[in-house]
């Protein structure tokens, strides 16, 4: 009488098991970008909610508690009426004359055209200056007597041909908007981060720069 010999096909087994594995694997990796995301997501929000209250005038301490940012959304509603006392002021500026906006456009440099490969001379002259507006220019870059601008608030550089940005922009503190987007600009110097009143960054365009420094 013969023997009955059970066979196991093993090559099953492993099958299910590498599938399992698998399956388990990409949960994880799922799971792991969701919290990314989310975790991303928040701090995008803290972030423009910290602006929005300083646009506002609220104070730090009614958004912040315990050194964390409260993203309740009524802290705006509640607090939002801080600038109301401005708003017929700020109506009437608009509805002034034209003899203040001149006064005003005093105060904004505005450069354009391809027949310009550097900034004007008498421009280092102009230190009381709020604004500048170059775009559309073949100007590559940008002088380190930028530092003397002290007032500067909005530097728009767009679509020129700026390839370094200067040690010295770190200088600017009360610089608050800084558009330097379609330029040829290869990398950001750290000393951007001492504009400590820096709500806006565009560097949209520049193909070449694949990090920001850690100051930043």
Known sequence: MGHQVVIFDFSVIRGLWETRVKKNKERQRKEKERLEQSALEKIKQEWNLILECRKKGIPQSKYLKNGFVDINEKNLDTHGNL?????????????????????????????????????????????????????????????????????????????????????????LKNLKVLNVSFNNLKSVPPELGDCENLEKLDLSGNMEITELPFEV
Do not use: M
Request: hydrophobic fraction near 35%; charged fraction near 20%.
């Open 83 to 171: 600038d109301t006392p401005g708003t017929p002021q700020l109506k009437k500026t608009n509805a002034s004359s034209d003899g203040v906006n001149k006064e005003k456009n005093k105060f904004i440099f505005q450069l354009s055209g391809e027949q310009w490969t550097e900034l004007p001379d008498s421009l280092k002259e102009q230190t009381y200056l709020k604004e500048w507006h170059v775009y559309n220019t073949l100007i590559q870059t940008i002088p380190a007597y930028i530092a003397l601008f002290q007032d500067l608030r909005i530097l728009e550089l767009s679509k020129n041909q700026i390839n370094h940005l200067p040690a010295e922009i770190g200088c």
